[in-house]
C-alpha cells in the first residue's frame, strides 16, 4: 500500500524528473481524479473514512495503482497539453500530443473501465 502523495512523489522523481513541467499539486490533482474515477466502478481495498472525499492521503494497493496508473497517466499528459497550448500565444513550440488527442483516448480508457475494473464478488445461495 502507498499514499496517492507517496505515488505521486515517485512519478515524479524517478520516472518524470526534468520532463515534467507541472507543479506537484497539479500532478497530485491529476491522482485524485483518477483514483476518484477508478472508485466509481470499485472499491478501493482501504476506502476512505465514511464522508470523506478520495484525497493525496489515500492509500492504494499495488493492483489498484496499476489499474488507476494509465488513467492518471493520460491525465497528465493532457494537463501538460493544456499548458503548453497555452505557451503558444508566446511563441513557443508545442511539442507531443494536443490536448484533444489525449482527450480522445482518455475518454475511450473511460469507457472501457467498467468492463476493466468492477468486480462483485461470487457468491452462492
Known sequence: MATLA???ERFL???RGAANILPASSVTAQAVAA???YAGFADLEVP???GEAI???TDISVSEWAEIRPLFLLYVERETALQLEATRSMGAEVFGRTSSEVGMEITQLEA????RVFCFPVFTV
Do not use: F, I, M
Not at 112 to 115: E, F, L
Open 13 to 15: 522523481e524517478q520516472e
Open 35 to 37: 483514483a476518484g474515477y
Open 6 to 8: 507517496s505515488l505521486v
Open 48 to 50: 476512505p473514512a465514511t
Open 112 to 115: 472501457d473501465y467498467a468492463r
Open 55 to 57: 484525497s493525496e492521503t
